[in-house]
């Protein structure tokens, strides 16, 4: 027969039957755990303005940057102006950042086995799968944080410098999420010492250093004289709170004690390993310059109070583990069969792990709010964006990639939202008043109280007049002075002498923060949470 011709432990043992195996259980993982949430439509419909030539913008009528991943927005926008079909895209370009992801993994790995085995461990990670997908930038930045580590580890042949080449990779890590620089700035800092010392550092290298450094110079610089600001107008949202220091590092504590009961793999595998090579007489040492690597990161997340979304702030940390996990070397056969044994087990045992069917995680894992407010998003927004479910009744991905709308249509012209993304996307021409302020430069700038992440604004009496009709119909006196300024910075010609002294107050000056009182909409207010709760009792089908 011609089946007995073949050597079979030859092609089990080809490096192309590897890729193979590889690809075929990303994709089975993809699959089943591929979803969008509604935050990741708020940049979609920034990409939507941008293809249709209405510019960088959230809400049309101004310059507002509404969303944190600009790299994202730029690389997608070729291919979505071609091609309008946003849910293609995002789970085409997530699922092919993701196998590239893998393949520098593979290539920084010592071993097939050490790499099985960081393999294994990060998709039996929740935060990590999950955010795989979802529409955001996670997925984008494991490639540039594989790519990054690939060139760091990689032994450096002849006199040249990787320092170049790591600055560009961190400066694109800058542009697609600022504080992702902070997973390469002790890495950055290490290289640059050592050639420093070996007397690498010229004029010639440091030309090459600023040349790479240019991607994130021209963001900064074209945000500035856009947007009228260095930082996205979510930075202002989300720090301008009521929340004292001591309630924001117990929130960013409480983010850690949740990701510890909802994807304790971190905490449970990596233990393991490093026992298991204690009694094997072999240093941890890939597991102990990740965790180093990570602490400015991990650090921050504390700073800034963690997240709303279960996971998310960890992914990068997470990645950089699997990283430490393919560089161990000499793993002895007794190493091998503890430590996949105690992945299979995880695995097996725990239903919640990203190898089982969504309906199963559900079962361990309801999607409720934790005590810090902090949810389960994927299983929250599954039954309408999860791939997998794509053909069921529930699902609004067919919609979202035609861009059809669940409601029908209305001619009214502004809104006042609580969750602004996937309606906002339906919604290209209308103006969204988002109460949150992550797309508010007004709201952004009043300090705001309530869940981590979710920080509501009080609504100005007369604001929502004022966009409705583009004139200053704002009550209060100074709020109405202040908002006539900040109109200048974000709705007049962006070659306005004015702007530059505005941008200097509002970025450094008095302009900062607005915390003067004010006078209140309650009345429209009230009515927003009406609808907002009509919603909830009526289900999605309703604006």
Same mark, same amino acid.
């Given at each position: 027969?011609?089946?007995?011709? *073949?050597?079979?432990?030859?092609?089990?043992?080809?490096?192309?039957?590897?890729?193979?195996?590889?690809?075929?259980?990303?994709?089975?993982?993809?699959?089943?755990?591929?979803?969008?949430?509604?935050?990741?439509?708020?940049?979609?419909?920034?990409?939507?303005?941008?293809?249709?030539?209405?510019?960088?913008?959230?809400?049309?009528?101004?310059?507002?940057?509404?969303? =944190?991943?600009?790299?994202?927005?730029?690389?997608?926008?070729?291919?979505?102006?071609?091609?309008?079909?946003?849910?293609?895209? +995002?789970?085409?370009?997530?699922?092919?950042?993701?196998?590239?992801?893998?393949?520098?993994?593979?290539?920084?790995?010592?071993?097939? @086995?050490? *790499?099985?085995?960081?393999?294994?461990?990060?998709?039996?990670?929740?935060?990590?799968?999950?955010?795989?997908? +979802?529409?955001?930038?996670?997925?984008?930045?494991?490639?540039?944080?594989?790519?990054?580590?690939?060139?760091?580890?990689?032994?450096?042949?002849?006199?040249?410098?990787?320092?170049?080449?790591?600055?560009?990779?961190?400066?694109?890590?800058?542009?697609?999420?600022?504080?992702?620089?902070?997973?390469?700035?002790?890495?950055?800092?290490?290289?640059?010492?050592?050639?420093?010392?070996?007397?690498?550092?010229?004029?010639?290298?440091?030309?090459?250093?600023?040349?790479?450094?240019?991607?994130?110079?021209?963001?900064?610089?074209?945000?500035?004289?856009?947007?009228?600001?260095?930082?996205?107008?979510?930075?202002?949202?989300?720090?301008? @709170?009521?929340?004292? *220091?001591?309630?924001?590092?117990?929130?960013?504590?409480?983010?850690?004690?949740?990701?510890?009961?909802?994807?304790?793999?971190?905490?449970?595998?990596?233990?393991?390993?490093?026992?298991?090579?204690?009694?094997?007489?072999?240093?941890?040492?890939?597991?102990?310059?990740?965790?180093?690597?990570?602490?400015?990161?991990?650090?921050?997340?504390?700073?800034?109070? $963690?997240?709303?979304?279960?996971?998310?702030?960890?992914?990068?940390?997470?990645?950089?583990?699997?990283?430490?996990?393919?560089?161990?070397?000499?793993?002895?056969?007794?190493?091998?069969?503890?430590? $996949?044994?105690?992945?299979?087990?995880?695995?097996?045992?725990?239903?919640?792990?990203?190898?089982?069917?969504?309906?199963?995680?559900?079962?361990?894992?309801?999607?409720?709010?934790?005590?810090?407010?902090?949810?389960?998003?994927?299983?929250?927004?599954?039954?309408?964006? $999860?791939?997998?479910?794509?053909?069921?009744?529930?699902?609004?991905?067919?919609?979202?990639?035609?861009?059809?709308?669940?409601?029908?249509?209305?001619?009214?012209?502004?809104?006042?939202?609580?969750? =602004?993304?996937?309606?906002?996307?339906?919604?290209?021409?209308?103006?969204?008043?988002?109460?949150?302020?992550?797309?508010?430069?007004?709201?952004?700038?009043?300090?705001?109280?309530?869940?981590?992440?979710?920080?509501?604004?009080?609504?100005?009496?007369?604001?929502?007049?004022?966009?409705?009709? $583009?004139?200053?119909?704002?009550?209060? =006196?100074?709020?109405?002075?202040?908002?006539?300024?900040?109109?200048?910075?974000?709705?007049?010609?962006?070659?306005?002498?004015?702007?530059?002294?505005?941008?200097?107050?509002?970025?450094?000056? +008095?302009?900062?923060?607005?915390?003067?009182?004010?006078?209140?909409?309650?009345?429209?207010?009230?009515?927003?949470?009406?609808?907002?709760?009509?919603?909830?009792?009526?289900?999605?089908?309703?604006?």
């Amino acid at each position: 027969m011609i089946l007995d011709r *073949f050597d079979w432990k030859k092609i089990f043992r080809s490096n192309y039957f590897e890729l193979a195996l590889i690809f075929f259980i990303f994709s089975y993982i993809s699959y089943q755990n591929a979803w969008l949430s509604d935050d990741s439509f708020i940049s979609f419909r920034v990409l939507d303005h941008l293809a249709n030539g209405f510019g960088l913008r959230w809400n049309i009528a101004e310059r507002v940057q509404a969303f =944190t991943n600009p790299l994202l927005i730029l690389v997608l926008s070729p291919f979505y102006y071609l091609y309008q079909n946003i849910v293609f895209w +995002s789970f085409f370009s997530s699922f092919v950042w993701g196998v590239f992801a893998f393949y520098f993994l593979k290539k920084i790995s010592v071993s097939s @086995v050490s *790499f099985w085995l960081g393999f294994g461990f990060l998709l039996s990670s929740r935060s990590f799968v999950d955010y795989s997908y +979802s529409g955001l930038e996670n997925s984008l930045n494991y490639l540039i944080e594989a790519i990054f580590f690939y060139l760091y580890f990689k032994k450096e042949e002849g006199s040249g410098s990787k320092l170049p080449s790591l600055v560009l990779l961190a400066c694109l890590g800058l542009v697609s999420r600022i504080d992702f620089i902070l997973i390469f700035m002790i890495p950055l800092f290490i290289v640059f010492v050592q050639e420093w010392k070996q007397g690498k550092i010229n004029i010639s290298l440091s030309s090459k250093i600023v040349l790479c450094s240019l991607p994130a110079v021209f963001w900064f610089l074209f945000s500035a004289f856009y947007y009228g600001s260095l930082l996205p107008n979510t930075y202002y949202s989300k720090t301008n @709170v009521d929340d004292s *220091f001591a309630q924001i590092l117990l929130q960013g504590l409480q983010y850690y004690f949740f990701e510890l009961k909802w994807d304790p793999i971190v905490f449970v595998f990596l233990p393991i390993v490093a026992i298991v090579r204690a009694f094997s007489r072999k240093g941890s040492g890939p597991i102990v310059t990740s965790l180093c690597f990570s602490l400015p990161y991990l650090a921050y997340i504390v700073f800034v109070g $963690g997240d709303f979304m279960a996971g998310r702030f960890f992914t990068y940390v997470i990645f950089l583990l699997g990283i430490a996990l393919v560089r161990l070397e000499n793993l002895d056969k007794k190493e091998i069969y503890i430590l $996949g044994s105690v992945l299979i087990i995880y695995n097996i045992f725990l239903s919640s792990s990203p190898v089982h069917s969504v309906k199963q995680q559900v079962k361990q894992n309801p999607w409720i709010l934790g005590k810090g407010e902090i949810a389960d998003e994927k299983l929250w927004y599954y039954p309408g964006t $999860g791939l997998a479910w794509y053909n069921k009744k529930d699902s609004l991905l067919p919609g979202l990639a035609n861009k059809k709308p669940f409601f029908p249509s209305t001619e009214q012209k502004v809104f006042i939202k609580y969750n =602004t993304g996937i309606l906002g996307f339906f919604l290209p021409d209308k103006y969204i008043i988002d109460i949150v302020a992550l797309g508010d430069p007004l709201l952004s700038r009043i300090q705001g109280k309530g869940r981590v992440g979710h920080k509501i604004r009080r609504l100005p009496s007369g604001y929502f007049e004022s966009v409705e009709s $583009g004139e200053n119909k704002i009550q209060d =006196t100074k709020l109405k002075e202040y908002y006539d300024s900040l109109n200048i910075l974000t709705r007049g010609e962006v070659f306005d002498s004015r702007r530059w002294e505005l941008f200097w107050k509002f970025q450094f000056g +008095s302009f900062r923060k607005y915390k003067e009182a004010y006078l209140i909409d309650e009345v429209r207010e009230n009515k927003m949470w009406e609808e907002e709760n009509r919603k909830k009792n009526s289900g999605i089908n309703s604006i």
